[in-house]
């Protein structure tokens, strides 16, 4: 199988998945190695600051195309609170917009050597950006950014299980300067639901607003817990129902390179078994 010859939103977004699983690879890896899918090479690894400094990510090439994936988090049931609601202004687009404090603050940390290791690549190859969970939130700003300030005027988005990231003033800009983008949400993943459209710090009266950014592309399922509704895992599982025959060629011509998922029904409860472990970074 020639990866370079993905074609259609249903190979890429498998594709996709599976390199924002190989994000968590390299975050659990002590020496930040991953599976490199056949004719790409990494170019950057993206370090920003959380807590600490950390690998959040990397961009990889090939002949044809840019990648630059962004890890999240995995634990889908403490993330969200009243007390990470808070915004500050976007500031590298002209529009005046709001964006999500704590996830703006991470991207921030990471933009100038993202931007950097982008100017040392060639712009004629077209430019995919992706991300899950706290990932898709970090691709998000990033399209907008590069949309707005690179050669790459471009960029196509994918993302998977993505909190809101802005305001409607936001969401308005990124679909203007990002009108190729996929934001595949399961329904029934909470984080999908986060920060609510209409936040408000503990005992005080300021709210603050959040809307998506577009396009939707609805992906429904049920695993039975909340992890198991957003862990990429369960997204790849999903996907690949759309193409099992190119989901095949895939993990066989990369070893090591597709999500693992394994869920065992018992007694009402769910387990799954990832080759991608997924990190627990709080958002804040």
């Given amino acids: 199988m020639q990866v370079g010859n993905i074609k259609g939103y249903e ?5 996709l998945a599976a390199i924002c699983g190989q994000t968590y690879a390299q975050f659990a890896n002590a020496d930040g190695s991953f599976v490199v899918p056949l004719h790409y090479s990494v170019s950057h690894t993206i370090q920003a600051k959380s807590i600490t400094w950390e ?5 990889i090439e090939s002949p044809q195309v840019i ?3 962004f890890r999240g988090t995995s634990s889908a049931t403490n993330w969200i609170s009243d007390t990470i609601a808070s915004q500050k202004r976007f500031k590298y687009i002209k529009e005046d917009c709001l964006t999500h404090r704590g996830f703006t603050d991470i991207y921030a940390s990471a933009r100038n050597g993202i931007i950097s290791a982008l100017a040392s690549l060639s712009a ?8 899950h969970s706290l ?3 970090l691709a998000t700003l990033c399209a907008i950014d590069i949309a707005a300030n690179t050669a790459y005027s471009s960029p196509n988005q994918f993302t998977f299980g993505s909190p809101r990231v802005g ?3 936001f969401a308005k800009a990124f679909a203007k300067y990002v009108p190729n983008s996929y934001r595949i949400a399961n329904l029934f993943d909470v984080i999908t639901h986060a920060p609510p459209s209409i936040s408000k710090l503990p005992k005080r009266d300021k709210k603050y607003y959040y809307s998506h950014v577009q396009t939707l592309s609805a992906l429904p399922f049920q695993n039975g817990a909340l992890d198991l509704n957003h ?3 369960s997204y790849f599982a999903e996907l690949s129902q759309l193409d099992p025959e190119f989901t095949q060629q895939l993990c066989s011509a990369n070893p090591g390179f597709c999500p693992v998922l394994k869920v065992k029904s018992g007694r009402g ?5 990832k080759q991608d472990p997924q990190a627990v970074t709080p958002w804040r």
């Fill in 11 to 15: 190979e890429w977004a498998i594709f």
């Fill in 55 to 59: 690998r959040f990510g990397f961009i």
């Fill in 67 to 69: 990648i630059i994936a």
């Fill in 124 to 131: 004629d190859k077209t430019l995919y950006i992706t991300g």
């Fill in 135 to 137: 990932g898709a939130a």
């Fill in 167 to 169: 305001d409607p003033a």
């Fill in 231 to 233: 862990i990429i895992g």
């Fill in 269 to 273: 409860e769910n387990t799954s078994d």
